[in-house]
């Protein structure tokens, strides 16, 4: 009696698990890290300016729906502009506690009102419908933190380069591996030969039936891997 020899699957290395391997957030590569940091980061950041913009209105103690506003570092605000500011910093901070990933949607979501809210107060300015009592100043400050929440959220989201250690790299299908052109065995290169000379032998009107049959049924299909491949089924054994 003969032992046979017990076999050890082999660990594949880190670098051959491939982008949709899933890594612990403490193991995450450089360009994860920094994504992450940066969505992250960046929520906060931009909910700071925020907030410190509605909570100096609310210490001002300004009238809620006045159209025409106070002097707010630079600005103009009123008591309902102050609460949505309030409120888009505890959302921004909220979605930046929840993860990058929220944090990244959340500010491309943000970022989108924002620059919406810069050209509908524009087409308001100086009207009684201006209830943010915004001035031209709002309106630049408006347009630039949507632009710089957008560009928070899409960095190393939206692109079609991700480094292979993203965190929205795995998230992306993967194209389908394309079908090898050129014959790589002993029957695929005999069909080949074959292939060739069945079409010569059609061109000279010298074909039997059965090259012309294989011929008109790969004119049907147009990559020379599909061409092969109908070839190669007429001496499949049929059933």
């Known amino acids: 009696m003969h032992l046979r020899p017990v076999s050890h699957r082999a660990t594949p290395a880190p670098d051959q698990r491939g982008p949709a391997a899933t890594t612990p957030a403490g193991n995450a590569g450089p360009a994860a890290a920094r994504v992450l940091a940066v969505h992250r980061v960046g929520a906060l950041g931009v909910a700071a300016v925020i907030l410190v913009f509605g909570l100096l209105g609310f210490a001002g103690g300004l009238e809620f729906f006045s159209t025409s506003g106070e002097p707010i570092l630079g600005m103009s605000s009123n008591g309902l502009l102050s609460t949505i500011s309030v409120i888009t910093a505890a959302v921004l901070v909220f979605a930046a506690l929840r993860g990058p990933r929220v944090a990244s949607t959340i500010m491309m979501i943000v970022g989108s009102l924002f620059i ?20 031209m100043s709002n309106v630049v400050f408006s347009a630039v933190a949507g632009l710089v929440l957008l560009l928070l959220g899409a960095y190393g989201r939206l692109t079609g380069n991700l480094p292979p250690d993203s965190p929205y790299a795995a ?42 049959r294989r011929v008109a049924a790969m004119a049907r299909v147009h990559s020379r891997y599909d061409r092969r491949r109908v070839w190669m089924e007429f001496d499949a054994p049929r059933s």
């Not at 300015?125 to 201006?130: A, I």
């Not at 079908?179 to 009107?205: D, K, W």
């Open 171 to 212: 998230a992306r299908p993967q194209p389908a591996p394309e079908p090898p052109e050129y014959p790589s065995t002993p029957a695929e290169f005999a069909a080949e030969r074959a292939m060739r000379e069945a079409e010569l032998a059609v061109v000279n009107h010298v074909a039997t039936a059965e090259q012309r």
């Open 116 to 135: 919406l809210s810069a050209l509908a107060n524009l087409a308001v300015l100086r009207t009684d419908l201006n209830l943010l009592a915004f001035e």
